[in-house]
């Protein structure tokens, strides 16, 4: 469903990405750690068309988007949830989400989306600046979902959110996965998190990735020696 083939990115003359190979397929959840200034975001703004890769293809269901811009990407299927969630505050929760569907070409948020988030049914009228921050985070994906995304990416969901909320997060991407079949890509940090959510777990360290493990054969030392300052 998303293949990343040798991607690499620079700011102007310096290199942010080396050669970045991975995968996802349909229903899958895939977590990239690392410190930061590891690359991580840098990645996800690459994949989302944010800044334009140097070398390499990017992949969606067969499709190489690498070339598109970013509206044309989430056309074909990537969908984008940014660091700091950046939702618009001055809208109410519904109108934030209306905003996903303009690649779908419908008018009405889907009943899907307020069964998986009741708590934006029920503030559906509210201003989404007046949300806290975890409702925040559930707005900002659920204004991803409405664009009908084949791929969703996360950059750094949990930032901001107190722990309780953050169990909640992990249990809605799998719901997620389970209900739409959709590949998940996540960049976090909070390894327990990663732990609780991720089939597989890619490292990042220097702009490249450097340790994978599935969730089965995980060795959480290694990756935590990884994350470690």
Do not use: W
Request: hydrophobic share 45%.
């Amino acid at each position: 469903m998303f293949e990343v083939r040798n991607l690499s990115a620079a700011y102007g003359q310096s290199e942010a990405l080396h050669a970045i190979n991975m995968s996802a397929k349909a229903g899958e959840i895939v977590a990239l750690v690392g410190r930061n200034g590891m690359g991580k975001s840098t990645l996800m703004k690459s994949l989302i068309g944010v800044m334009p890769a140097r070398a390499g293809q990017i992949m969606i269901d067969g499709a190489d988007v690498t070339a598109l811009p970013s509206h044309q990407r989430v056309a074909r299927g990537l969908a984008y949830v940014p660091q700091g969630r950046q939702i618009f505050g001055t809208m109410t929760v519904k109108e934030n989400i209306e905003t996903g569907l303009v690649v779908t070409g419908k008018r009405e948020v889907p009943e899907e989306i307020y069964d998986l988030f009741p708590i934006l049914a029920d503030f559906s009228k509210r201003r989404g600046g007046n949300l806290s921050g975890g409702q925040q985070q559930q707005l900002a994906i659920a204004r991803a979902l409405a664009s009908d995304p084949k791929v969703l990416l996360l950059d750094e969901p949990t930032e901001g959110i107190q722990p309780s909320i953050i169990k909640d997060i992990a249990r809605l991407l799998r719901d997620i996965r389970s209900i739409r079949n959709i590949c998940i890509v996540v960049c976090e940090q909070v390894l327990s998190f990663v732990l609780d959510v991720a089939d597989r777990i890619l490292v990042m360290e220097g702009g490249r990735i450097v340790h994978s493990d599935t969730r089965d054969h995980v060795d959480e030392a290694a990756i935590a020696r990884f994350l470690a300052v």
